[in-house]
């Protein structure tokens, strides 16, 4: 292994529960912070997906650039990729008018052919795995696809089938409680429990989201989507200069 190969080990952060909590607090953001711009500042669908997209290029370019792991950029990455799979749903399902259960087999399955194809040439999914650009793209590739499917499967769940925000954050939670409880028996790998756990984590955050920012009519807390989203972004804020210092979800190459 090259030592330029070997730099790329160390731009992907340590799974650790520092991870968890700073992706679930992403793709909590992911959902209020396209409301905030869609909404609140009047972007509206088409002008918060530019806007969005943009950002979401320009950050990638970033991460792609630099040798190692550096926290803000990694994490911004994930912070803007988790709005813009939530903007890809969300013109899908207002803007041509497809179901969201439609989405989710369709987000769903071009997830599958990423891990395949990926898979074909890797012969594994593992994080610690991402040696080469090409790995790094398929990583993106497949956050990207696990971030739209979650939020299309949040909304129908939360939306479509009626259980409602909270309801909803309990299923997907328990849901990750038993991925967890099972790669603890030794019943799921840890690669597949990994990745079972991070797309769940997308609908559960987005059921947070929503549960807090919602009107109380719509069955949330209220709180609204700018409210929400400054407290998640503080709180990832944060925890990313935490992280930065204290250097605990690095890898070692």
């Not at 792991?69 to 399902?93: E, F, R």
């Not at 696809?145 to 909270?166: I, R, S």
């Not at 309801?167 to 990994?194: C, D, H, P």
């Not at 987005?206 to 209220?222: E, F, M, N, R, T």
């Amino acid at each position: 292994m090259t030592s330029s190969t070997k730099t790329l080990l160390v731009k992907v952060p340590a799974v650790t529960a520092f991870f968890w909590i700073i992706k679930i607090l992403a793709t909590t953001v992911g959902e209020t912070f396209a409301d905030f711009l869609n909404e609140k500042l009047g972007f509206g669908l088409s002008g918060t997906s530019l806007v969005m997209g943009t950002a979401l290029v320009a950050a990638l370019i970033v991460q792609f650039a630099v040798k190692r792991y550096i926290p803000v950029v990694y994490w911004l990455a994930i912070v803007l990729i988790s709005v813009a799979g939530t903007l890809i749903t969300d013109n899908l399902t207002d803007g041509l008018g497809v179901a969201l259960w439609i989405s989710s087999v369709v987000f769903a399955a071009l997830l599958a052919i990423t891990f395949a194809i990926w898979f074909r040439g890797a012969r594994t999914l593992a994080m610690k795995s991402i040696v080469t650009k090409k790995r790094e793209a398929f990583y993106w590739l497949a956050i990207l696809f696990t971030f739209a499917l979650g939020t299309a499967t949040g909304d129908w769940l939360a939306e479509a089938v009626g259980l409602g925000y909270g309801v909803s954050a309990l299923v997907y939670g328990g849901a990750i409680a038993v991925v967890a409880l099972l790669w603890k028996r030794g019943l799921v790998g840890e690669i597949t429990a990994f990745w079972i756990a991070y797309i769940l984590t997308r609908p559960l955050g987005a059921s947070i989201g929503d549960l807090l920012s919602q009107s109380h009519k719509s069955g949330g807390l209220g709180l609204g989507p700018t409210n929400t989203s400054y407290i998640f972004l503080a709180a990832i804020l944060g925890a990313v200069i935490y992280l930065s210092v204290s250097k605990k979800d690095r890898l070692k190459a």
